[in-house]
């Protein structure tokens, strides 16, 4: 019978940091693309807002990496090693 390993995951925290701080770069990345097709500051101001959002919101991310435990690296079998860069 085949050994099901179990695979550690990053914590919850970690993932909410992660998935938010894409929405965050994602939101902020359209604003900017929006206020260059438009003539409306709006859009600058929001981008702007959000950048400040995003530094925080790393800053915050980075003292959470420096808490939390990293789980251990997951065994690649060997044909993924082979073509690994």
Known sequence: MDK???VQKWPISSRIF???SAI???VTWILMVIYQNTDQDLYINLHKAFGISVLFWMLARGFN???IKVPAAVVMPQWQKK???
């Open 4 to 6: 099901v390993m179990q």
């Open 18 to 20: 992660h998935w938010i």
């Open 83 to 85: 073509y690994r860069s």
């Open 65 to 67: 990496r420096l808490l």
């Open 24 to 26: 965050l770069l994602l």
